[in-house]
């Protein structure tokens, strides 16, 4: 008879930031303490102390929205380069005295390599075009994004840390953004005034990504529709490990309309014309899909179509649907909200998290239909938003659970 422990699955976990704008660094270091937390845990478990918890957990999947879309990008580079995680930071006279400000990405993208000054410079207005992009300078986020990926493309070509052993091999990011041209659909009905149907347009974009090495365990399979970066067979050629594709979905999904300028994204044309709607996070689960073929006639010929974006927080600000997706399809259907059986969770940071309105004033039926009715506006706006106004001139949608 066997005395040997059976092995444990990892409990899985799958993060989600919220679109933060400048608290996005407020993001960043409850990142960089996890890691440092779950980095001091393996290092405690390879002691074999029994007082230490033996059990291993994986971080699956990792989505963001908005300063969420930009941490989620540099969470993807993390395992490649010096992970060194801000200490005393509480002590620092200024950013130049914080340890290990310069060893850390994180810290040098959201706080040193930052400021007002940067962002009022007018670097970006050109004089011969007559053109204000936005309210701030965005070359400033383009600086800083590539300087994260000359670093990493850096590293991958050398000998890399061992990757941490709670990171899932491939890791996925999902980052949201806005798309502003949106994907028209055509719903096909039969009528009898020759109407082919009814158009809706989506405008909700969500790119995703499988970032190999990651991990310490071997690589997976490309999850369905994910975009390969740093791949076995394209490390050293910039044009196709992906991590340009990466920085570029971070940037477009921070681009705060008025604020930051809007940010161009080439997505696979594959991805739309392909694509099949499921009720889960979009993602293929088995018996779920439907096939509505998207109207690109202006992308017919270009495997790459490209659209002009900006923040994805204007459709969705807290993406948990993507992560939930991707943990729930790594494994079975056990899908327990019950703490004593469930073996995946999602993490939710948000610096500023909603609440209700209404529980905040008097129930006077002025009052509450006058916020529902607002609610209401905003919700259909984020949902039916359309660029083409000959489509239809009202749209009402029902919104909330049984809708």
Known sequence: MSTQAPEQRAFEIGLVMAGACSAGAYTAGVIDFLLEALDAWEEAKSTGDPRVPDHHVLIRAVSGTSAGGIVAALLGMLPFVERAPVTDLAGAASVDDVANGDRNLLFRSWVKNIDVRGLLNTSDLHREEGVVPSLLNGEVLERIAEAAVAEVRGATLKSVPRPPSYIANPLQIFVSFTNMQGIPYLIRMTSACGVQGHWVTSHAGCAHFAVYGSGSDLP?????????????????????????????????????????PARPFRHCRAEYVDAHWFGLGNLPIPDSAMHIAPMLPFAIGSQSPQFWCVDGGLINNEPLDYARAAIAKSRGANHSSDARLADRSLILIDPFPGDDPTLNVAPTPVRICSLRWCRCCRSCARTHNSSRRRWRKHSTTPTGAGA
């Open 220 to 260: 997976g399979d490309r999850p369905p529709g994910a975009i390969a970066v740093n791949g076995e067979d394209t490390v050293g050629f910039s044009t196709l490990d992906g991590w340009d594709w990466l920085r570029d979905a971070a940037l477009a999904s921070a681009a705060f309309p008025g604020g930051l």
